[in-house]
């Protein structure tokens, strides 16, 4: 039976101010991506309702303005992965050694590294703030929270050969967890990803974003293949009049797995203009987060079991040889916006009440990878309405096995006098299946026979 094996890793991170610990990671499994309720089905997305996406947030931003000098909003949706911990697209881009806030406005601060993570310097944390109103229209004048947000790290933004940019995930470090609990329904954490091959093995998925007025909106849609590398994926409409544009850079491509609703990437490359004919969009571009499953693991002690270690190295079924991992490495290019509207790949990709416009930059980012070619999670069907990959039975069109009973029975042996020695065996693992079902992975069947006198 194919069943989802998606593991916490309950392992010591380390204490460390908003790192959680593993006892808090394992009270993280036993409730995150877990809802009730029922999915709706962008550009021309369908409203979300309440406790249909528990772990969407909406993510602020103030930056200066610098024709009228006054501070401006945006607006973009992000994903809560526990209670202290918020998953954004990445809205701060280097200008040399400075920070600047995604071509909008120039700072002077530069931020510190960790390992290989770019922490954000304080005074930048009062410029981001978070609420759960996104079934409300936007409001651009908002009042910002004080200390809402006590840390923000971009992940690999200090990685040699990385230039900060649109595939380096923003961790918001939150002060204070959801004030309505977890059993209302209502906020609740998704779970991760453990594998970037997670990505192609559903047949679809939702992902929500942002409308113009700012509520949050949801669409269907259906990973493709196309030339983007790691760490990018792709996807496009099921719904041909449905898109993704300004305002849902950072929203979760979402699907069930098993029993529980797993975050597969973030959107963060493609089209932003929201008046565009989406009959003729391109296909879009997500950060696959099975990549960063290590990444977020130190970060924030959100940590899930990586994909089986043998999985990879298992030769296709029939194969007397494994192939290895596979390599992949990325040389990616990245623009920033010349107008709030644009439709190249752009990097102004939220909401916001003005425009702005930045010079076009180009960029480099450098990511070498070992992929698992064997997918670690599977779907099954389920009452949810969300469709999921045709199950496929071990040996399909083979010999059908049924489990028996028979009555106790005394073993006697040639060589025993009194009839009740028997001698154990071990049958070493045989593969089962056919190269249809994934093949590749081996099964062991554990055979208990009961002998009473």
Same mark, same amino acid.
């Given at each position: 039976m194919k069943t989802l094996l998606f593991l916490f890793v309950l392992l010591f991170v380390g204490i460390q101010a908003g790192v959680i610990d593993s006892e808090e990671n394992r009270q993280l499994y036993s409730s995150c991506g877990r809802k009730t309720g029922y999915e709706r089905k962008m550009i021309h997305g369908d409203l979300v309702k309440k406790g249909e996406q528990p772990w969407a947030v909406s993510v602020y931003l103030r930056y200066l303005n610098k024709t009228s000098n006054k501070y401006a909003t945006l607006l973009g949706p992000g994903t809560m992965i526990s209670s202290k911990h918020i998953v954004a697209f990445n809205t701060v881009r280097r200008n040399g050694t400075t920070l600047n806030i995604i071509g909008l406005e120039d700072t002077d601060y530069e931020g510190t590294c960790e390992g290989n993570h770019l922490v954000l310097p304080e005074e930048l944390?009062?410029?981001?703030?978070y609420d759960f109103e996104h079934l409300k229209k936007f409001n651009g004048s908002r009042q910002f929270s004080k200390n809402s947000i006590v840390k923000i790290t971009a992940l690999n933004g200090c990685k040699e050969g990385v230039t900060l940019g649109n595939s380096n995930p923003l961790i918001l470090e939150i002060s204070s967890p959801p004030t309505v609990p977890y059993e209302a329904g209502e906020h609740l954490p998704i779970c991760i990803s453990n594998s970037p091959n997670n990505w192609k093995d559903v047949s679809q998925f939702t992902v929500y974003g942002m409308n113009q007025p700012g509520m949050l909106v949801s669409g269907k849609f259906q990973p493709v293949v196309c030339e983007s590398k790691v760490p990018f994926s792709c996807a496009t409409a099921v719904n041909k009049s449905q898109g993704l544009c300004q305002g849902d850079f950072g929203g979760s491509a979402v699907a069930k797995f098993d029993d529980r609703y797993i975050m597969l990437g973030l959107y963060a490359r493609g089209n932003t203009k929201c008046s565009a004919?989406?009959? !003729?969009?391109?296909?879009?571009?997500?950060?696959?987060?099975?990549?960063?499953?290590?990444?977020?693991?130190e970060t924030t002690g959100v940590c899930v079991a990586p994909p089986p270690a043998d999985v990879s190295h298992i030769p296709p079924f029939g194969q007397t040889t494994a192939e290895p991992p596979l390599e992949t490495t990325l040389n990616n290019s990245a623009e920033t916006t010349t107008t709030a509207e644009t439709t190249t790949e752009t990097e102004t990709e939220t909401t916001t009440t003005t425009e702005a416009e930045t010079e076009t930059t180009t960029t480099t980012e450098t990511y070498t990878t070992s992929v698992p070619e064997t997918p670690v999670m599977t779907t099954e069907t389920s009452e949810d309405t969300t469709p999921t990959t045709e199950y496929v039975p071990i040996g399909k069109d083979?010999?059908?096995?049924?489990?028996? !009973?028979?009555?106790?029975?005394?073993?006697?042996?040639?060589?025993?006098?009194?009839?009740?020695?028997? !001698?154990?065996?071990?049958?070493?693992?045989?593969?089962?299946?056919?190269?249809? !079902?994934?093949?590749?992975?081996?099964?062991?069947?554990?055979?208990?026979?009961?002998?009473?006198?």
């Open positions: 944390y009062s410029r981001y703030d004919d989406s009959e !003729t969009l391109p296909e879009f571009h997500f950060l696959n987060l099975g990549y960063y499953r290590q990444e977020i693991c083979g010999e059908v096995i049924k489990a028996e !009973t028979f009555a106790p029975m005394r073993i006697h042996l040639a060589n025993c006098s009194d009839g009740n020695v028997i !001698t154990a065996e071990r049958i070493e693992p045989m593969k089962i299946g056919n190269n249809q !079902t994934r093949g590749t992975r081996v099964r062991n069947i554990n055979i208990h026979i009961h002998l009473n006198q």
